[in-house]
Nanobody, 128 residues
C-alpha cells in the first residue's frame, strides 16, 4: 500500500503564493509519478498538474498554466506544487496522487481514474 501525504495548504490572499508538498512511500517502488488534483465545494475533482515518472514531462490544466509549477525532488521522494498569483477560484481541497512506474517513463497521467493511490487532501483557501 502506497502512503501519500500532502502538506502546505492554508489561507492566503488573492495574488499570494503557496507551496504544497507531497510524499509517496511504501508500496513496491522507490518512487512514483505524481499529480495534483483539486475539488472545490460543490464541484467534481479536477486535474491540476502532473509530472512523468522521468520528471521530463509535465502537464497543467489550462486554468493554472503560467501560475502553478509542479516539481519533484527525487532524493526526498517528494513532489511540490508551487502556486503563484492565486485567485479565489483556486480555493479547493488539493489532492496528491501517485502512479506506479511504467515502461514509458515519459508519459504523463492526467486522468483521475489512472491513479490508484491518493492522499487525504489539504485545504487551500484564497480570500479576495
Amino acid at each position: 500500500q502506497v502512503h501519500v501525504v500532502e502538506s502546505g495548504g492554508g489561507l492566503v490572499q488573492a495574488g499570494g503564493s503557496l507551496r504544497l508538498s507531497c510524499t509517496a512511500s511504501g508500496g513496491s517502488f522507490i518512487r512514483y509519478a505524481m499529480a495534483w488534483f483539486r475539488q472545490a465545494p460543490g464541484k467534481e475533482r479536477e486535474f491540476v498538474a502532473a509530472a512523468s515518472w522521468s520528471t521530463r514531462n509535465t502537464e497543467y490544466a489550462d486554468s493554472v498554466k503560467g501560475r502553478f509549477t509542479i516539481s519533484t525532488d527525487n532524493a526526498k521522494n517528494t513532489a511540490y506544487l508551487q502556486m503563484n498569483s492565486l485567485k479565489p477560484e483556486d480555493t479547493a481541497v488539493y489532492y496528491c496522487a501517485a502512479h506506479r512506474p511504467t515502461p514509458n517513463t515519459n508519459r504523463v497521467w492526467v486522468r483521475e481514474g489512472e491513479y490508484d493511490d491518493w492522499g487525504q487532501g489539504t485545504q487551500v483557501t484564497v480570500s479576495s
